[in-house]
T-cell receptor, first 115, second 114 residues
Framework: AQSVAQPEDQVNVAEGNPLTVKCTYS??????LFWYVQYPNRGLQFLLK??????LVKGSYGFEAEFNKSQTSFHLKKPSALVSDSALYFC?????????????FGAGTTVTVRA | DTGVSQDPRHKITKRGQNVTFRCDPI?????LYWYRQTLGQGPEFLTY????????KSRLLSDRFSAERPKGSFSTLEIQRTEQGDSAMYLC????????????FGQGTRLTVV
């Protein structure tokens, strides 16, 4: 079985400050890891992914994420948050094994960036 | 627009009625997924198609739910005898066949059962 935990329901930061959204995962094999963002009444937009290689991956809108195998974590980061980053963020995992199609999501973290 | 499209965007129906949603994936994508999202939760996997074959159905998908993907192109999700607990956002996504590729999501269909 595979699962994702996002331990924080909400993250509040001031504009210009660094933003971190936490994610830990569990898979039986090796993971593919993804971050998505969702704006109100919209579908999910892909931000970035980790497949293999460099543990620090860069994605859209200045976001990056760091894969840590020993801690089974994949935290999302942005050095300087913008008000427009306020949204709902989801971490997701796929197992590289047989069922490599199934994407399992965390419960989401609401990010609020205040001006 | 070459993204995933879903129709309708919103559906309000009375309890006990049947509803059908449509999803048009990105044309070159073999894989198609349906997810359900309720308020405050992440998307939950419902079912998966590889081309026209439905390869997995979640236990969340009761007998009242059926999904098809004829000819491996668009897909439909039908809910029979709707219940208030079916109220949710239904998301469709598609991806290419490799597991490392990201899934692209549609805007979703928001179902409200009254």
């Amino acid at each position: 079985a595979q699962s994702v935990a996002q331990p924080e329901d909400q993250v509040n930061v001031a504009e210009g400050n660094p933003l971190t959204v936490k994610c830990t995962y569990s898979v039986s094999g090796n993971p593919y890891l993804f971050w998505y963002v969702q704006y109100p009444n919209r579908g999910l937009q892909f931000l970035l992914k980790y497949i293999t290689g460099d543990n620090l991956v860069k994605g859209s809108y200045g976001f990056e994420a760091e894969f840590n195998k020993s801690q089974t974590s994949f935290h999302l980061k942005k050095p300087s948050a913008l008000v427009s980053d306020s949204a709902l963020y989801f971490c997701a995992v796929r197992d590289m094994g047989v069922n490599d199609y199934k994407l399992s999501f965390g419960a989401g973290t609401t990010v609020t960036v205040r001006a | 627009d070459t993204g995933v499209s879903q129709d309708p965007r919103h559906k309000i129906t009375k309890r006990g009625q049947n509803v059908t949603f449509r999803c048009d994936p990105i044309s070159e994508h073999n894989r198609l997924y349906w997810y359900r999202q309720t308020l405050g939760q992440g998307p939950e996997f419902l079912t998966y198609f590889q081309n026209e074959a439905q390869l997995e159905k979640s236990r969340l998908l009761s007998d009242r739910f059926s999904a098809e993907r004829p000819k491996g192109s668009f897909s439909t999700l039908e809910i029979q005898r709707t219940e208030q607990g079916d109220s949710a956002m239904y998301l469709c996504a598609s991806s290419s066949e490799q597991g490392h590729t990201e899934a692209f999501f549609g805007q979703g269909t928001r179902l409200t059962v009254v």
